[in-house]
């Protein structure tokens, strides 16, 4: 097992955005995280990447207790995430933001970091040039950059946060497949999508959150023909 949260709770105020959630991540698996826009997906991968202190439970990388250390000793532990929003340095070349990340994130020197964040380029696809200005690229190179990024911190387990969103199908098609190629490289990935053709191509188990708690966890298929949701999320016009 690469992850295990137990019983998290993330509160805001009055507002209680992740309430008891457990859920695992094995070696090698991808998991998906899925459920309506509020449902606290994104908060809770904040408090597994460091970002949030929960107020309850506990996050365990391997057999490492985590819970409430800092997002970069984290990063450098082994977990790497992309975001809702792509956060670059848009005045620098896409060659140097995954230089940065490798530097930072995986402690390498300037010309090693250099030579891994070519690598990480490569392996992600980019279709650009690598000394293209980040200021000039489309949502789609934006995504593919922030996968190399993530990967040039030489992570156990990836987090994916809504990867697939503004894409187009060709695109779509393009981040299945590396997806896929990540976790045959050996880095187990937690996944949150509003898209469920990608969930259901890409992932071996999905867990459901609603109004911050877990409602259901299965195999794809199993969440999909589960009734509560589809009243809470997928609605009953969705067909497998």
Not at 63 to 80: E, S, Y
Not at 115 to 139: H, I, K, Q, W
Request: charged share 20%.
């Amino acid at each position: 097992m690469i992850l295990q949260t137990e019983g998290v709770v993330k509160r805001f105020g009055g507002l209680v955005a992740v309430n008891d959630v457990s859920l695992h991540v094995d070696v090698g698996e991808i998991v998906g995280l899925i459920g309506p826009n509020g449902a606290g997906k994104s908060t809770l991968l904040n408090v597994i990447a460091g970002v949030y202190r929960p107020e309850g439970g506990s996050v365990r990388l391997g057999d490492t207790l985590i819970t409430g250390w800092p997002p970069q000793r984290i990063c450098k532990n082994g977990v790497a995430r992309t975001f809702q929003i792509s956060h670059p340095f848009p005045k620098m070349t896409v060659l140097e933001n995954v230089q940065v990340a490798a530097t930072f994130g995986a402690g390498l020197s300037l010309k090693d970091a250099q030579t891994r964040a070519g690598e990480m380029l490569d392996f992600v696809g980019f279709p650009a040039s690598y000394g293209t200005l980040v200021a000039n690229l489309n949502t789609g190179q934006l995504r593919q950059l922030d996968l190399a990024r993530a990967l040039s911190s030489r992570p156990r387990l990836l987090l994916l946060d809504e990867a697939g969103a503004g894409l187009r199908s060709g695109e779509l098609s393009q981040l299945q497949q590396t997806v896929l190629k990540v976790r045959d490289s050996g880095i187990s990935i937690l996944i949150v999508e509003h898209l469920m053709q990608l969930i259901m191509s890409l992932c071996d188990r999905v867990a459901v959150l609603h109004y911050g708690k877990k409602i259901a966890e299965g195999t794809p298929a199993q969440i999909v023909e589960d009734a509560r949701v589809r009243d809470a999320y997928l609605g009953e016009q969705y067909i497998l």
